[in-house]
């Protein structure tokens, strides 16, 4: 498996020292950078490239927010994950807005953090599992997406439907008896009908159309 290089960004030396312990522990990641906020976070991306970066939000001068914006802009390949201690349904808003591919806090467990960066680097998103589905209920359904869903086939709309639900290409691909690599295809065509970037976003649409129940959730 190839070796996946990483940037910690946080203003808490101690933190960005635990973090950087738990990453030591696998051998397919290699942390090549550290930042303690998020100017250096930026320039860290410009420079390195990394395949992907651990942002905290509350840092100055430029939060993890604002270095996340510019690290899409500068550095697009770079997967960014937001691992912070505010539990809060606004900022993962404004995660998802940005660009991260994930959220998590920081009271996740080592195999936990382990796994989201996995998840992350093939591609995929994760988020916070209580947080998401507190920001889900809260859309207002009342809304223009039900035009752009009705640009779905009726297969990507059970395709969207399983990732509004968190599930992963392998596991779509076991419950409709296609191949993953089927479910990729169609994940790509659902997320350029629809004009969004990423799962999270194809989901967020999904649930303002009322494509599922809030007790689905």
Do not use: W
């Not at 933190?15 to 250096?40: H, Y």
């Not at 467990?109 to 996995?118: A, K, Q, V, Y």
């Amino acid at each position: 498996m190839k070796t996946a290089s990483i940037v910690i960004a946080d203003d808490h030396d101690l933190a960005r020292s635990g973090i950087a312990a738990v990453l030591a522990t696998s051998e397919n990641l290699d942390i090549v950078g550290q930042a303690k906020n998020g100017l250096e976070a930026v320039e860290l991306c410009d420079r390195l490239r990394p395949d992907l970066i651990l942002l905290d939000i509350r840092m100055t001068p430029l939060d993890g927010l604002g270095a996340a914006a510019e690290i899409r802009k500068i550095a697009p390949d770079t997967k960014i994950v937001m691992l912070t201690m505010h539990e809060s349904i606004d900022y993962l808003s404004a995660a998802i807005k940005v660009g991260a591919s994930g959220y998590l806090l920081k009271d996740v467990s080592r195999d936990g953090l382990l796994r989201t960066i996995d998840i992350v680097l093939e591609g995929q998103a994760f988020f916070d599992a209580d947080l998401m589905r507190k920001l889900l209920a809260r859309i207002d359904r009342e809304s223009p997406a039900e035009t752009v869903i009705e640009r779905l086939t009726n297969r990507e709309r059970e395709i969207l439907c399983s990732l509004t639900t968190g599930e992963t290409n392998k596991g779509i691909a076991r419950a409709l008896s296609i191949s993953p690599g089927t479910v990729k295809v169609h994940v790509e065509r659902i997320l350029s009908k629809l004009g969004v970037n990423d799962r999270t976003q194809a989901a967020v649409l999904a649930i303002q159309a009322g494509l599922l129940r809030k007790d689905e959730l």
